[in-house]
């Protein structure tokens, strides 16, 4: 909302601490969100009168003289409203040495000096500015004419200097899109009278004369619908002052009829609109619904297909507004009207939002009508109106007007104490001060029969419906600031819904993560609908991807359904600057199940490529580990990271499936639920991310599953045993067909509960095993905390596996 | 026996020329082995007068002492410069570079969550998590912003092509918790992730973190919320730091408030970050509205409630002097690992 400061001042005074005023608006929510000096700029600006202009041959241009006041200047000038008929009129003039503002070759403001030259054999030392020239909006059809009120010579500054403040308003301060309505705030929040005698009204008279009759068809959709008659008007140019004010306030002037409307719209708050009666049918007016198919072209030439949910002002042949959003063509007032209806008229906010929506066109009129306006002061904005159409076109007269008033507002009753105000604000304020400062708001304040207030709101207050709405304008008044913070803070002890696991969870897998050298990226969750094709190995394929209606980008239109894609597109882009890339990533993926959605949250890892870039020892021994992990790092990494959050029993087994590359992945599973994969990523797949020479290998993990098995609030302490254990090496030789968990299966189950611990610290193939065959060498640790095992019942035990290793898969001893 | 006190001093010459190991063995062979000189003189022993055969065998054994003692510290010499040698020849330089250890960190939105998530916690606010593919009804209506109103245009909403939203903030998971816990108090915080229907810029995403704020109970007033919010502020920017309350509009808080802090980059004598007030905007918030606290299941004259909500991105762009939005979900390793001591 674009307040000129003189404009609002003939509402109200404002303190001459015009930082102090606006930093006080800002605390009492009526947000400033800039303040400009309109003027400051114009240090060689002057008002001119155009004392001649001659049209340069061949060209568009016209060699133009200028009287400003001490003397003349010349100037060469191409705006298309300038001609030899434009003599005697005043504009506004930028003299040698004055700052423009023109736009660059790419449409961005740019700042350009006013320096004397030659244009075509004639001097040009001045320029006639457009409204964007001098900062004032972006038009720049033509040069601004001035009024003619205006002396040759006076600097520009004094003839449309202003200060422009600029109020961010929230949705709830409808009531200020005005500068009555700002004024009438402020003056409530200053403690200062309003004035209000510049808003002059005609006399109307009662409702029922006019010779067009309205109807409302719904009054849910509109409370209240004015049409005043006027007639003899003359169409032409607004006056000087009018035309100073809309130019403040950004507004392009257009003749006075729409110009009145415009004003009054930025004055009181309240859109009107001026039909030529001439082109009316009926005459009548009726608002209505649309029906089916009806069509309307509309005051900015587009041709709308009317959705038959908007609201529409029709004559008797169809529509010829839609209702509060936009005037159409046809009925539109144009230089030869003589005879106006004047709407003046209350249609629903949620109506005209929805209709804008509808339409995807939002007018002035429109923001301003789903901000919502005062169907009791409808007939004032009418009222003033008429007297500034009669005030400008003397031989204009009002014939009458009508009056569809279904329902009149009423502004809701509420009750207020001390006691609820200390109750919401923690502060004690006297009833007394609670009375004042609701009358300030124009509040009708009475007591209530309990000792407190009863305090009607005014009707323009519609959003006022709860006490809290009360207790609201109360801190804004004793301050915000002024409310003491607590010093302590209360604790519901055992009530808490503290969701501890997931996010605890997350927290230890990042930290573990982190420590493993691997960083944390973030990623979007709407997606490229190919990326959801890389597969759902984790386990959670239930239902289908989540669509977005709406999208922002084509790359973007689905809910992700894996983390995988996203990490390999950060390997990828990383890799055109790193060696290696390692990174996880805790986030969800989403499906639909129609009505029901499903989050899962995973947590997934990409690592491929060095892990610590170069480094001169190398090649040296004392080296002590790879640079690179492989797949059964990051299986290792998975089994420790499991025992951190205390899981037990992931099993892991070869699954193929698209991305991954065949013989190099495998699923975790937990009980009978497929949880999570690790694997290679299929070089191709790779290939399409960026991701080149280096194998990439993925995981990723749902989580929930291993909250629900997770047994972390179980850990109980297992006493340490002073028994010796025994150590025994086992070497065999097996099929390599079969898959090495089931043959240390074999060896734990066969060792039974003296088994404390068990590795595999050898594969071999090669000379001395048979083709198709591998040696496993591993190293069995004995050891029970009740008594000392003697060498016999190990030696037996060390039989008892040898043999069941055989006669379950063959296994030969080896070595022996 | 002058020839003892020759054969002395030969050894000694010997002795002090042996340059290794290897010739000391032989030196020691050569003078004190079994058929070496000593033992010959020893030997000797036999030939002289026997009143002079005691005396000589005290003579003897004292050189071969002599002897003995000059050996080994020979020995233990030649051993010292070797193991120096050796030593020498294995020194480190210290000023080698150290192995490169890669330590990850967590992405700097995870880092200011994870901060702001503890200031919380120890306040005594617990943790809840929502949705975030969220119905119209929860992300809006129960919120106090029906359909149609005009407060719906505070918020550019993604919906699915099953009708729902992408939730444009964190505060329906106040509605999801108070459905939990009506009628008993609660006191918790919900981080997430929220969409808007934004276009990426520097200055605006389409997707970002919020950590929601609700406490509910039978004696909480907006005195409480200002204290909670102070803690924080202090907590977060500085022991040094107030902050200041301006009236805003939020459909689901009446009063509602807009807070800034007093800018910790400037100390509010004014900069670029505070855009020249000396304050900065960190979080918006309210006491509970009472049709909120309704829809939550609450009795409205029965409890009050406390609300807020801040923006995790901005308070990280505020923290590490971010200028670019755009930086967080590019997960580029060169901006990711700036953050290693966040």
Redesign the interface.
Known sequence: MRVPLSWLSEFVDIPSDLEGFTAMCDMAGLEVEGIVQLGDQWERHVVGEIADAVPIEGTHLHAVTLDIGSGTCASVCGAPNVTAESVGRRVAVALEGAQITVTDKKGAPAKLLVEGREVRGHRSEAVLCSEREIGLSDDHDGVLFLGGDLAAGTPLADALGDTIITFELTPDLGRCFSIHGCGREIAALLRQPLRTDSLKQAEIGEAGGGSVPVSIADPQLCNRYLGAVIRSVTVRPSPDWMQRRLIASGMRRINNVVDIANYVRLEMGQPLHFFDLAKLSGPSIEVRTATAGEEMTGLDGVHYTLPETALIIADAEGPVAVAGVIGGSESAVSDSTTDVLLEAAHFHNHSVRRTTAALKLRTDAAERFIKDVDAAWTVHAMARAVALLLEICPEAHLEGYQDAYPTQPIGNTLPIDGAAVKRCLGIDVEPEDIRDILERFDFTVAKDGSGGWAATAPTYRKEVTHTADLIEEVARVVGLNNIPPSETVTAYLNRSSYDAGMARAQDRIAQILTGLGFNEAINYSVVSEKWNAFGTHHGAQTGESIGIANPIHVERTQMRRTLAPGLLENAGENLRYQRGVHLFELGRAYATLGSTNREDDLFAFVATGSRRGAFWGEADPGAATGDRFGLFDLKGILESLFLQIGVQGAEFTAIQGPSLTPGQAMQLTLGDAVIGYLAAVDPTVARGFGIGEDTAYIAEVRLQPLLDAGGVEELSFARLTTQPPVYRDLSVIVSAATPVGEILATVREAAGDLLHDLQLFDRYRGEGVPEDCHSLAMSLTFQTPERTLTAEEIDQRFNTIVETLDKQHAAQLRGS | MQEVQTVVEEAERALEAAPDGETLEAWRVTWLGKSGRMTLLVRSIGELPKDERSEAGKTINIARGTLQRAYEARKEALEGAARALLLERERIDPT??G?????????P??AVM?EI?SIFQE??F????G???ETDEINFEMLNI?????????WDT?????G?V?RTHTSPVQVH?MR??AP?????ICPG?V?R????TARSE??FHQVEGL?I?P??????L??????FARRMFGDVRNI??????FPFT????EVDVDCFNCEAKGCSICKHTGWIEILGAG?V???VLENGGYDSKAV?GLAFGLGVERIAMLRYRIEDIRH???????F??QFQSA
């Open positions: 080698l570079p192995a490169p250890i890669p330590l990850g960190n967590r992405h939105i995870a994870q998530r306040m005594g617990g943790e809840a998590h949705p975030e593919v029906p359909k149609d109103h005009p407060a719906r245009d505070m993604f919906y699915t092509t099953h729902h992408l918790v939990a816990c008993e108090p609660v006191k918790v992730r969409f229907y934004e276009q990426v389409s997707m406490e109970g004696h909480v007033t907006m005195r409480d200002l204290g909670v919010l102070q803690a200041r309350v301006r009236n805003s509009f009446e009063p509602s408030i006491m509205h009472p049709v009050t967080f979900y590019r997960n580029d390793l060169r990711l690992r």
